[in-house]
């Protein structure tokens, strides 16, 4: 596999801190969104409270033995071999040891690309694809996506062998996506990025449907788009990262304006039946008690991870 799979880069933040963004074209006036029809699928995820990512150096027995309610897992087990995880190794990951229901999503990162996966190509090697942007400076070997161009929404969602429909093939219980935020990259060269990015999701959630009506998805951060009633529809939950710590630095408090300024936007979501995760990269054991009261006061479920996500949550 390869050295950073899908890790998550608390400095996103930035993006998004310091200003509060305009409502999306045409959505001042709407009202609370009218939330997805509920199921078994949903309650699961409002129920669960023990629940991590882990994307890198997977052991399969190891999940299945956990008592995690909620995992989120790249799908691929080892690039190099193009070992996968299977509809088999599914239905022993979806049961706790003592026979209770746990939710597994699997990792789609909709808004960039890591071209040291296995799913960038020797053709895209050789004449990179029209979607392909810069390079995050963050981490060496993921490239900004134009994610709107419809080759990249072939490669993620819309084709046949698709990322999503690799997904749906084995049985994930939904998709957890990541750089929905992507729209941060491209303000300049797309200023309908917001907008694009929900369209997207909405093609998701409509090819996901058509397999598992009960699919859930679960984007990470990007708050500005749950301003939007259409994208509160769309989705089952969010994971926040680096809500409450990271954005100056690895354990570093976050300002109580950053912090204020996603809790509104997370609480509207939550208003609407939408489940809130969030994600801490804080490793000291007192830190983690103490944000995990006051994430819980939120109703938030905590996930105290390693920026490389290889390790099983604890």
């Known amino acids: 596999m390869s050295e950073r799979q899908a890790s998550p880069d608390p400095m996103r933040r930035l993006i998004l801190a310091g200003a509060l963004a305009a409502l999306l074209p045409g959505e001042r006036a709407q009202a609370a969104a009218t939330p997805r029809p509920d199921s078994e699928a ?5 129920a669960a409270r023990r629940w991590g990512c882990q994307y890198q150096d997977i052991d399969l027995d190891a999940v299945a033995e956990s008592d995690l309610d909620l995992i989120a897992l790249e799908p691929s087990l080892d690039d190099w071999s193009m070992r996968f995880i299977t509809p088999a190794d599914m239905e022993r990951l979806k049961r706790k040891p003592d026979g209770s229901r746990r939710l597994v999503l699997g990792y789609l990162p909709v808004g960039e690309a890591d071209i040291k996966r296995w799913y960038y190509t020797d053709d895209m090697r050789a004449e990179p694809p029209a979607w392909l942007g810069p390079e995050n400076p963050n981490w060496p ?5 134009r994610y709107w161009d419809p080759s990249w929404r072939a490669l993620m969602a819309t084709g046949d062998d698709s990322l999503l429909r690799r997904i749906l093939a084995v049985g994930f219980d ?3 996506l990541d750089r929905v935020d992507a729209y941060g990259d491209w303000r300049e060269e797309r200023p309908s990025g917001q907008n694009d990015m929900i369209d997207l ?10 397999r598992n009506p009960d699919f859930l998805l679960v984007p990470q951060n990007a708050e500005d788009l749950l301003l939007s009633a259409r994208y509160r529809r769309l989705i089952d939950g969010l994971n926040k990262e680096s809500l409450l710590t ?3 630095g690895p354990g570093v408090p976050n300002s109580e304006d950053d912090v204020d300024w996603s809790l509104k936007r997370l609480k509207k979501a939550q208003s609407d039946g939408v489940a809130i995760f969030a994600t801490e990269y804080v490793s000291d054991p007192a830190s983690q008690r103490r944000l995990s009261d006051r994430l819980e006061t939120y109703a938030f479920k905590p996930f105290f991870g390693v920026r490389e996500l290889d390790v099983l949550p604890d």
């Open 246 to 248: 990271g954005l100056s």
């Open 141 to 145: 070997g993921s490239r900004h996506a």
């Open 201 to 210: 999701v909405a093609t998701i959630r409509d090819i996901a449907s058509e």
């Open 174 to 176: 939904g998709a957890l």
């Open 42 to 46: 949903r309650r699961l995820l409002r």
